[in-house]
C-alpha cells in the first residue's frame, strides 16, 4: 500500500527556515518516480511548488521559491525533503508530497491531476 506521510511543519517567524519531510512506503523513490511538493494556502487553489524527477534527479521550482527552497532525497531513508529558507508569510500553507508515475519536466509535475498518490499534508505557518 503506497502512504506518503508529511512532516516538519510548524510556525516560523519571517526569514526563519524549515526541512519537511515526506516519507514513503509501498514503493521506493528510487524507482521510475517524480516526486513533488505542492502548496495551498487558505482561499487558493493548490500549487506545485517542487519536483525531483525520476532517475536523473531533475530538479524544478515555482519561481516563487526559487533560490530560497531546495528539494531533495534519500533513497536510503524513502524520504523526500523541502528545505525551505527565507520564509516569508506568502509561504504560509498546507504543504502536500505527491508522486508522479515516470519522468517530468516541470509542466508536468507542476499540474496536480497528474498525480497518482498524496500525503494529507503539513501546515506552515509564517507570522511574527
Known amino acids: 500500500q503506497v502512504q506518503l506521510v508529511e512532516s516538519g511543519g510548524g510556525l516560523v517567524q519571517p526569514g526563519g527556515s524549515l526541512r519537511l519531510s515526506c516519507a514513503a512506503s509501498?514503493?521506493?523513490?528510487?524507482?521510475?518516480?517524480?516526486l513533488s511538493w505542492f502548496r495551498q494556502a487558505p482561499g487558493k487553489e493548490r500549487e506545485g511548488v517542487s519536483c525531483?524527477?525520476?532517475?536523473?534527479?531533475?530538479?524544478y521550482y515555482a519561481d516563487s521559491v526559487k533560490g530560497r527552497f531546495t528539494i531533495s532525497r534519500d533513497n536510503a531513508k524513502n524520504t523526500l525533503y523541502l528545505q525551505m529558507n527565507s520564509l516569508k508569510p506568502e509561504d504560509t500553507a498546507v504543504y502536500y508530497c505527491?508522486?508522479?508515475?515516470?519522468?517530468?519536466?516541470?509542466?508536468?509535475?507542476?499540474?496536480?491531476?497528474?498525480?497518482?498518490?498524496w500525503g494529507k499534508g503539513t501546515l506552515v505557518t509564517v507570522s511574527s
Open positions: 505527491a508522486r508522479r508515475p515516470g519522468g517530468s519536466n516541470w509542466n508536468d509535475c507542476r499540474r496536480s491531476g497528474s498525480m497518482d498518490y
Open positions: 525531483i524527477s525520476a532517475y536523473l534527479g531533475n530538479t
Open positions: 509501498g514503493f521506493a523513490t528510487s524507482d521510475y518516480y517524480t
